[in-house]
């Protein structure tokens, strides 16, 4: 009975080899389209520099040389640059945590709108996803040189693109959360006349709530890293004091130190603090 079998295995066999060489031959080919995108790529970007990728390599190292030099031989100073930097740090924080309550809230609502099964107007669920395909695909940066363009220089500009973005990030997040969530509760509801926001804030929300703030913590972390990043464009915080005093250049190196201290610090002990929360949040769903 084994040998009326091994001609069909002895096929299969054959048939999965030659799909798998023809996949390592497909990826091979990216590969090797990648790198030689990569190397053109290259190639035009140190064409353009003025100075030129490799002959500044024996300099990479000049830029933090000098910073920890000139922090060190003014250490004394240290606590008054920290003292004089910690309201933009808060600033900063405040840039954060604003945009992401907000970009949270945008995110749960494009999150059950964009969900089957849970959307209020199903029809309109692939406009919902693209809407947040376009929210993810769009850099806080360009948001925020756009609106400073519009707004001026400021926080609100900075919170508005990490607000839009983190609601599109989060919005994806939230709504894979949704997709697993029991519909009994749902219909229950449904059958004794609830409206579709009493649904969705008793039967939905119970059930993913867990999840939807380890997101949101998560997210957290990442906003505090983009509103430091957005300081150098002008939208405030503790970035754009670290742009300044890179501007001066030697002479202001021990400033951008406690700055670099102070943002390090915040962000290792954000990182904690959230961690911590997200682990206790695991262990109370299990």
């Not at 964009?114 to 693209?130: D, E, H, K, N």
């Not at 505090?224 to 300081?231: C, D, K, V």
Request: charged residues 15%.
């Amino acid at each position: 009975m084994a040998k009326l079998y091994m001609p069909a295995q002895s096929g299969i066999y054959t048939a999965y080899m030659a799909q798998t060489q023809r996949r390592r031959l497909y990826s091979g080919i990216l590969l090797l389209v990648f790198v030689l995108l990569l190397i053109s790529s290259f190639q035009i970007a140190e064409s353009r520099n003025a100075g030129g990728f490799i002959s500044g390599l024996p300099q990479i190292l000049d830029f933090p040389a000098g910073l920890v030099s000139e922090a060190w031989e003014r250490i004394d100073r240290m606590p008054g640059h920290l003292a004089t930097v910690f309201p933009s740090l808060v600033e900063t924080i405040n840039i954060a945590a604003a945009s992401t309550l907000i970009g949270a809230a945008g995110g749960i609502v494009l999150a059950l709108l964009s969900t089957r099964g849970l959307a209020l107007w199903p029809r309109l669920i692939p406009l919902f996803r693209r809407t947040m395909d376009i929210l993810r695909a769009l850099p806080e940066i360009v948001i925020a040189l756009v609106l400073i363009f519009i707004l001026g220089g400021g926080p609100v500009p900075a919170m508005i693109a990490i607000a839009l973005h983190t609601a599109g990030a989060l919005g994806k997040l939230f709504s894979e959360v949704a997709e697993n969530a029991d519909l009994k509760p749902v219909e229950g509801l449904a059958s004794v006349g609830a409206g579709w926001f009493q649904r969705m804030w008793l039967g939905v929300m119970p059930q993913v709530s867990p999840n939807f703030l380890s997101y949101g913590l998560l997210r957290f972390e990442i906003n505090i890293r983009a509103s430091a990043i957005l300081g150098f464009v002008g939208a405030g915080g503790i970035g754009y004091d670290l742009r300044n005093t890179m501007t001066w250049g030697q002479g202001r190196f021990d400033q951008a130190a406690a700055i670099f201290i102070l943002l390090f610090v915040t962000i290792v002990v954000v990182d904690q603090i959230s961690s911590h929360y997200r682990n206790k949040i695991s262990a109370v769903e299990h």
